[in-house]
């Protein structure tokens, strides 16, 4: 497996591959990416996984100082995975002057995450842009654990007449039900026993939308109250088509039932697919 840091090398590296692969990641990596590259592993000759944290899509407050950053224990993982290419660049690699072209995503962007993070799709889609720009993949795999970001991306290939075949993940989770996330390290014991109330609450829902229910908004401010009651600050839970994320009417069957919360000072996201079909 090779390791490589400059986008030059990186280009020497695949010049002559003519089927790439691409797993983008911030490292720190657990299961559910190692399940991101066994899913490319049948699809491409060559396997790059990229470890790199992303300022852009990080938020006045949020972590991107204290994001896990642990490259060789990562490139351990990927070798034992079957990767062919890790890319690591530094900052100056991937962004060598102010990035002052950026991408600007639909309005997707501004509801859910994009409400709380704003900026933040703004800032993946662009550095997924340029690594793109930089791979040259012909598919690249994302999990659908970050199910709005999935969204956005895919609509960005769709838009922008990528060649590239978007391929989604299902989301990987504990035996208890946590979706696996690199920021649950952050998690004291004790709080990663309670951590699994937000699969529960989202898991409730989607039970009650099989079995009949269709008052969405109740539901969802059950959900939001019953969380707060344990001790968490929660950012919405929220019932919405999977086409789009818009709010959904009686007559929807592809839905999705998304939370976001913060449990001590962790933030979790977590969703579940709903086929009412």
């Given at each position: 497996m090779d390791v490589i840091h400059s986008v030059a090398e990186l280009r020497t590296r695949l010049a002559d591959e003519r089927q790439v692969a691409l797993v983008p990641t911030m490292g720190n990596l657990h299961d559910g990416h190692i399940e991101?590259?066994?899913l490319a592993k049948p699809r491409a000759a060559c396997l790059v996984a990229s470890i790199f944290v992303n300022r852009l899509q990080f938020g006045p407050g949020e972590d991107f100082n204290r994001y896990p950053r642990t490259?060789?224990?990562?490139?351990?993982?990927?070798?034992?995975?079957?990767?062919?290419?890790v890319f690591a660049p530094d900052e100056q690699q991937v962004?060598?002057?102010?990035?002052?072209?950026?991408?600007?995503?639909?309005?997707?962007?501004?509801v859910l995450e994009?409400?709380?993070?704003?900026g933040h799709f703004r800032g993946v889609a662009t550095v997924v842009l340029k690594l793109f720009n930089m791979v040259q993949p012909q598919i690249a795999i994302f999990g659908k654990k970050d199910y709005q970001q999935y969204l956005v991306l895919r609509e960005m290939v769709k838009q922008l007449a990528l060649p590239i075949e978007i391929i989604?993940?299902?989301t990987v989770r504990a035996p208890d039900g946590l979706a696996l996330s690199s920021r649950n390290s952050y998690l004291s014991a004790r709080e990663r026993i309670e951590s699994i109330a937000l699969f529960h609450h989202l898991d409730g829902?989607?039970?009650?939308?099989?079995?009949?229910?269709?008052?969405?908004s109740v539901l969802e401010s059950e959900a939001v109250a019953s969380l707060n009651a344990r001790g968490w600050e929660t950012d919405y839970v929220a019932v919405r088509r999977q086409s789009d994320l818009r709010e959904p009417d009686v007559h929807s069957r592809a839905l999705v039932v998304l939370g976001a919360a913060r449990l001590g000072k962790t933030r979790l996201i977590d969703n579940m697919e709903v086929d009412l079909s």
């Open positions: 991101l590259i066994q490259l060789a224990a990562d490139c351990e993982r990927l070798a034992q995975a079957g990767c062919n290419v962004y060598p002057e102010p990035q002052e072209f950026t991408v600007d995503p639909s309005d997707i962007q501004h994009g409400a709380f993070r704003p989604p993940a299902e829902i989607r039970r009650a939308l099989m079995e009949g229910r269709r008052d969405f």
